[in-house]
């Protein structure tokens, strides 16, 4: 019996490490046709994607391919959603932009210490952090990554060139620089746009209009859905196609991604340090140094970006996920993509619901995914030199539209008005330094929530005697108000009156407390008055039993308490 005990938790450790194991086993043939088919399109929405979020993240447009393929690998062993694909995302990619300063091996230093610290949060279980972060602050966190990545790309599609990466710098001298714009920039990229938009409202459109539709709405509905799917690949091929004629006959219309290196990066330990241009050796603490709050900021906003779809796709789906693991695999993703040149990378949820909608039955598709970007990266190359940043450009403010949500404001307003606070601080300072936005719409959220703490509301009625009730906990924070209180109502009034504390929302209780309590019931003594503790827990009122009080007394219910001071009263 030992040794099966022993046989039993050994395969729970093993699945809980290693997810893989609780599926492979009942993996079937029609598992196989539905991962194949979520892989491969998954496969053809991230290649144009990681070019045009490489060009965010104002990296070399391979290094967008160079972090899109370990993690399929890797979620695919370590994974415990059927749906997340871990890749470069817009958010992850603006971050990147501000800290790397589009130097590459930044960006791979960036990448293995992001990975370290969230494989050790995901050892340590230190995953708690992340719920420091509101709802509130991630959205006006999203709101205003999308408003700066989205009005970025608009100089590609203008053909502008040497504009600052400043948000309110890159507004004054888009506009200011205007008549600067190439033409063929303009037209390529509106019309990219254009079509992207149609087609998305198209899908939108009649995925909404039959209950239950006739045989050539469902093929036209199939027909739509598989073009919107793989919309982004149809138009950065096009353009390609265009701008290579256009080279062909001479005609320079287009601002093209340029060369690109070709083959597979080298798997081998990332570079430390590096000589710059100018002679400059920057050594690894250098660097770190640079990096500075990039490397707290962006491996938070990694964890937080990827357990929330996996959680919101998970309640979908009808299953569950384990937070550690999630940060482990993104961790270790981060970690061995570093050995590949690639930079932080984290879920997606544009290509998750891609994967999600097309079946996808386990994370099995991720290999598939990757595969389709190692084949990229192998024979595809030369010919993404010939790729307008107009068409990227396109793509990424199509992509990044949907994040700029202000429909959660009118809810937040209903909910609670003082939530509102968070998101317009984290909002509107993200567009000055996206790091300063995060950490002021937490700082704000923190002091909130410790304003609750040590503000609890307390609740007065009177039965013959005050009883007073605390709507929440007791910390070390709140004792001076409630003590304030007490004497403010019941002692240092013309008549000092007697108090029951109904104390059965107080879970625990440190030694500030209790040394405060012990003060009041002294001064109480002094008046000639009582206070009687109430309806506590056995654990608060072993704590108070110990602790000598003097002339402390408890009741079950406040009747009992009524009642002991009636008798107190008889006796005096």
């Known amino acids: 019996l030992a040794g099966r005990l022993v046989t039993v938790c050994s395969l729970a450790t093993l699945r809980t490490c290693f997810p893989i194991l609780t599926w492979l086993p009942r993996y079937s043939l029609a598992w196989l046709k539905m991962d194949l088919l979520a892989g491969l399109t998954v496969g053809l929405t991230v290649v144009p994607q990681a070019l045009a979020y490489a060009e965010v993240a104002g990296l070399p447009v391979q290094y967008g391919l160079y972090s899109s393929f370990m993690g399929g690998f890797l979620y695919c062993v370590f994974g415990t959603s059927k749906d997340i694909t871990l890749g470069p995302t817009s958010i992850m990619s603006l971050l990147c932009s501000f800290y790397v300063g589009g130097d590459p091996v930044y960006a791979v230093v960036l990448t293995l210490m992001c990975g370290l610290t969230q494989t050790a949060m995901a050892l340590l279980r230190l995953g708690f952090l992340l719920d420091f972060i509101s709802y509130p602050v991630v959205k006006g966190f999203t709101c205003a990554a999308a408003v700066t990545i989205g009005f970025g790309q608009f100089k590609n ?142 491996p938070l906003m990694g964890v937080l970006e990827s357990i929330a779809i996996a959680k919101a796709f998970g309640s979908q789906n009808n299953y569950r996920i384990d937070a550690n693991q999630e940060i482990f695999v993104i961790g270790l993703t981060n970690v061995l993509g570093s050995f590949v040149s690639a930079y932080p990378v984290t879920g997606s949820f544009g290509r998750t619901a891609v994967n999600s909608q097309t079946g996808a039955c386990t994370p099995a598709g991720g290999i598939v995914t990757s595969v389709v970007v190692l084949l990229s990266l192998a024979f595809l190359m030369p010919l993404f030199a010939y790729i307008p940043k107009a068409s990227l450009a396109a793509v990424i403010i199509c992509a990044v539209a949907p994040m700029m949500d202000f429909r959660v404001l009118p809810q937040i307003w209903r909910v609670k008005k003082l939530d509102l606070l968070p998101f317009l601080v984290t909002f509107l300072v993200s567009f000055w330094e996206v790091q300063y936005g995060i950490m002021g719409g937490v700082v704000v959220s923190v002091l909130m929530l410790l304003y609750l703490v040590a503000r609890p509301e307390v609740k007065m009625s009177d039965h013959g005697v005050m009883v007073m009730e605390l709507s929440s906990g007791l910390n070390f924070p709140a004792t001076e108000y409630l003590s304030a209180f007490l004497r403010a109502h019941a002692l240092h009034v013309s008549t000092p009156r007697c108090v029951v504390l109904d104390c059965h929302h107080v879970s625990s209780i440190d030694y500030t407390v209790v040394n405060e309590l012990k003060d009041l019931l002294k001064q109480f003594k002094l008046h000639d008055v009582s206070l009687v503790f109430s309806r506590l827990k056995p654990c608060v009122l072993e704590v108070l039993l110990s602790s000598d009080l003097p002339g402390f007394r408890h009741g079950d219910s406040i009747e009992a308490c009524l009642q002991i001071m009636s008798i107190n009263a008889h006796y005096d």
């Open 157 to 298: 599609v203008l053909g502008l060139k040497n504009i600052p990466r400043q948000f309110f710098l890159q507004v004054y001298y888009m506009f200011h620089r205007l008549p600067e714009a190439r033409v063929g920039d303009v037209i390529l990229g509106l019309f990219c746009l254009l079509f992207l938009v149609m087609i998305t409202v198209m899908k939108n459109t009649l995925g909404s209009s039959e209950v239950t539709p006739s045989p050539l709405v469902r093929f036209a509905r199939s027909l739509v859905w598989s073009f919107a799917t793989v919309r982004n690949a149809l138009v950065v091929i096009a353009a390609a196609c265009v701008a290579y004629s256009a080279e062909v006959m001479g005609c320079h219309l287009f601002t093209l991604t340029g060369q690109t290196a070709e083959g597979l990066p080298a798997f081998s330990p990332p570079a430390l340090s590096e000589t710059t241009a100018n002679g400059t050796h920057m050594s690894f603490s250098d660097i770190i140094l640079d990096l500075g709050g990039g490397l707290a900021v962006i």
